[in-house]
């Protein structure tokens, strides 16, 4: 005689409300995808805004004087090097297919395929920038959130112990500041470590006589986040332009990739990096991949944040479960 299954109503009522609880972050998502944005800036800057409070500037204008700067560096950054970014991306792309050809005449290959799948690039781009500028109210919302997040940082306690006990409270405190040092940590160091790489790569290409210059800086600065491929993989677009000049500047190019890997490693990173806490590259990969396919260039870019979110807390909270 088969077993008689029986439901019991809270069971009936917990499923119903989970399902509830689902569709609403479904629905909110975007919102949360600010909030933790947000959270991430607060985390970046908090640093910077207690340096300022220890030469007893008030808080407010602290946090003002910091935003200041970061907007006056966004408007530098999208009037004067934004346009000429986007022109050289397009040419890129659109000539990339020719540089593979004439610096790799041996491999047979349906260029005319290729040709089809990196056009659209140019097109996204371009719809990228412009979805920018139209989301100049998250960014505003954003820059909001995160301010009155670094204003009421410092009455975090009071207001958890208004509805925590005092151990949970201290507990939860010390969690929130794990996370915040790691995040904060890691965003400067990956900021850093991008900008100096692109940098020296501008540098570099621009003494060899070199077009298209800050696509593949940038491109160098942006795949620092990958591990161990990510600057294999900026240099192949840079080797396939100089193998169309001569085989001697391509020899060169890879050298100057070299260098600036080597000096990455052995200099860079111990004194940038040297307070973070690294994923194993498998666990990065894994995240961005991750991360694209559920929210696309904005998940790739949250996704190693939200893995160092998740293993902070879930390790704090396993070592203060240890000292029970």
Do not use: C
């Not at 491929?229 to 001697?248: D, K, Q, R, W």
Request: charge should be neutral; proline fraction near 5%.
């Amino acid at each position: 005689m088969p077993a008689k299954v029986e439901i019991s109503s809270k069971t009936i009522l917990f499923t119903v409300f989970f399902l509830i609880f689902l569709w609403v972050l479904v629905q909110i998502k975007e919102i949360i995808f600010w909030i933790f944005i947000a959270f991430i800036l607060m985390s970046a800057i908090k640093p910077a805004v207690e340096y300022f409070e220890k030469l007893r500037i008030p808080r407010t204008v602290s946090i003002l004087i910091i935003y200041i700067f970061l907007i006056l560096s966004l408007i530098f950054i999208i009037s004067s090097i934004l346009p000429l970014f986007i022109t050289q991306s397009i040419h890129l792309i659109e000539r990339l297919p020719d540089y593979i050809r004439a610096g790799l005449p041996f491999i047979q290959f349906d260029w005319q395929l290729l040709i089809q799948q990196i056009a659209p690039l140019g097109e996204n781009l371009v719809k990228l920038t412009l979805g920018l500028f139209n989301n100049l109210i998250a960014l505003f919302t954003i820059f909001v959130i995160s301010f009155y997040l670094l204003l009421e940082r410092k009455n975090l306690d009071s207001i958890l112990s208004g509805f925590m006990g005092e151990e949970a409270t201290k507990k939860s405190l010390e969690i929130v500041k794990k996370v915040e040092e790691r995040l904060g940590t890691w965003v400067r160091g990956q900021a850093t470590l991008a900008f100096s790489i692109g940098i020296m790569t501008f540098i570099g290409l621009l003494f060899l006589g070199f077009p298209y210059l800050l696509p593949l800086a940038l491109l160098a600065g942006v795949l620092e986040i990958v591990p161990n491929i990510g600057p294999i993989i900026s240099a192949i677009p840079a080797v396939l332009i100089a193998l169309t000049i001569s085989p001697t500047t391509a020899i060169i190019v890879i050298i100057l990739y070299f260098i600036i890997h080597q000096l990455e490693n052995n200099l860079i990173v111990p004194i940038v990096m040297k307070k973070v806490v690294g994923l194993p590259p498998l666990v990065t990969i894994i995240a961005m991949l991750i991360g694209a396919k559920l929210a696309g260039i904005g998940g790739v870019l949250l996704a190693i944040p939200a893995v160092v979110l998740v293993e902070t807390i879930t390790s704090e909270y396993l070592k203060l479960g240890e000292h029970r």
